[in-house]
């Protein structure tokens, strides 16, 4: 009996579309933002906009301040700059309570323009410039010394002062599962810190009033504040068996998470992202139970960025091309063939799935590289999401906002909103291919205002110098 002649066997992709169109979910949209009709923001302000509900953000500070005053006596939230630094959204929070909490001269620069005094100024990062850290002194701004070269300079800039300086050190500390943040501050697990104390209280120009800690960022687990709490207060009793005076307070930095979704997160950000009730009890409650019974509690320090900020963020963009996004057949070697003759290989067919193009790229969502924005449909859609690859308008091959994102059919010219994205992206955006949008605010009585004009050709060159040899 002859044998059937071999046949490499091929692998088809399945799609499951026809039998179960809804497989994805239904098609949600968002059509309006606050009230306001995204359309009408798009026609009124052009596309791509990024759109802030003035609502959300004082509602999420409410929420947070709450959160952490209801749990601790003497709190302070100061307003991370670098998370979204536009005057408008920095007034907002201001106005809620806020303080400042600025990484460069630049931002320190900003925040007095806002009104907002030297002494309630947190003054962090690497590179503090002489000029800025003279001015920091003179305005008793609390300055939060990164590395002994920085702490030298401010030695030698206290000298004939008729009082020491306050200062504060930041620590890094392991708490855990997560990465250290070892490229800013002081050792506080091997000693490091300790030995600088020592160092300060032998200095009497300088006086230590405060440390800081600032554990990471879209920190999900609220255990691991718990530890760099129990940490810090450790620290903050042996600085004074040293012989430092009372620490006045202790900052507890930011890092807690919004209701983004990072890359290959699992559960949805509604089901992951701790609430800021649990952020605060793992800091007050371990705070108050550790520090010594009869003795007034340090003051907290928060600086509070991405989670007050992030979901009160919008980008409205438009669909300007409709595509087919084709993977190549790929063959996979296997160790024999069926009949144990040698190797054999098998064959992964082509396939395609829908693509659109935006007019966003990643020059403005430049989060997109560790979350995945929500987008949605500025219309309702009866038909089925598909799997769909959103692409930005740039030319390059890396300007992927989404790799699969569940869209209904959708065409040129359509709307479609990207959210959560409030945190980082202005501030990181760039003139890439591009002009930088518009971004508008809408007030709490559904007034729309404008919060940063569009960028045009005038704009970007209005710095640029053509020598006479070229003109």
């Keep these: ?10 692998v088809q992709r399945l799609n499951a579309g026809p039998v179960n169109p809804f497989r994805l979910g239904t098609s949600p949209s968002c059509s309006e933002i606050d009230g306001v009709s995204v359309e009408s923001l798009a026609n009124d302000f052009g596309s791509p906009l990024f759109v802030f509900s003035e609502k959300a953000l004082r509602e999420k500070y409410r929420e947070a301040h709450r959160a952490f005053s209801r749990r601790y006596p003497d709190v302070q939230f100061a307003w991370s700059y670098k998370t979204n630094y536009l005057n408008a959204i920095c007034h907002v929070f201001h106005q809620e309570g806020s303080i400042a909490e600025v990484v460069s001269g630049f931002e320190y620069e900003k925040a007095r323009g806002n009104g907002i005094p030297g002494n309630q100024i947190i003054f962090n990062g690497p590179y503090k410039q002489l000029h800025e850290l003279q001015r920091a002194i003179d305005e008793q701004a609390m300055i939060q010394v990164d590395n002994l070269d920085e702490l030298l300079t401010i030695t030698n800039l206290a000298k004939g002062r008729s009082e020491p300086v306050a200062i504060a050190l930041r620590v890094f500390l392991s708490t ?4 250290v943040w070892s490229k800013f501050g002081f050792n506080g697990d091997n000693g490091e810190v300790m030995q600088v104390v020592r160092r300060i ?25 718990r530890i760099a709490a129990k940490k810090m207060v450790g620290l903050a009793l042996e600085a004074e068996s040293l012989g430092a005076p009372p620490i006045r307070y202790l900052n507890m930095g930011g890092g807690f998470a919004s209701h983004a979704r990072l890359h290959l997160q699992y559960l949805a950000a509604e089901h992951s ?42 980008l409205i963009s438009s669909v300007v091309a409709v595509k087919k996004r084709h993977t190549e057949a790929s063959t996979i070697h296997t160790a024999m063939s069926a009949y144990g003759k040698g190797g054999g290989a098998v064959t992964i067919a082509a396939s395609s799935k829908n693509a659109l193009v935006l007019d966003a790229g990643v020059n403005l969502l430049y989060t997109a590289t560790w979350y995945q924005p929500r987008i949605l449909p500025a219309r309702p859609c009866l038909d089925a999401p598909t799997a769909t690859t959103v692409y930005g308008c740039l030319c390059m ?31 990181q955006s760039m003139q890439f291919i591009t002009y930088r949008p518009a971004v508008v605010l809408i007030g709490e009585d559904q007034q729309v205002h404008v919060i940063k004009k569009r960028e045009d050709l005038s704009y970007v060159q209005e710095l640029e110098l053509v020598p006479s040899h070229l003109a």
């Design 397 to 427: 091959n890396i300007d992927v906002i989404r790799e699969e994102a569940p869209l209904p059919s959708l065409t040129t010219g359509d709307r479609v909103v990207m959210h959560p994205v409030g945190a980082y992206n202005v501030t």
């Design 201 to 225: 209280i032998a200095t009497p120009q300088l006086r230590l009033q405060g440390l800081h800690c600032h554990i990471g960022t879209f920190i999900l687990e609220p255990d691991f504040y």
């Design 176 to 179: 855990g599962d997560h990465t």
């Design 273 to 314: 992202t701790p609430s800021l009730d649990r952020y605060a009890e793992a800091i007050c409650d371990t705070i108050t139970q550790l520090w010594p019974a009869g003795r007034t509690l340090p003051k907290l320090y928060l600086e509070t960025g991405r989670a007050l900020v992030d979901d009160a963020g919008y």
């Design 1 to 10: 009996m002859s044998r059937l002649p071999y046949t490499r066997p091929t």
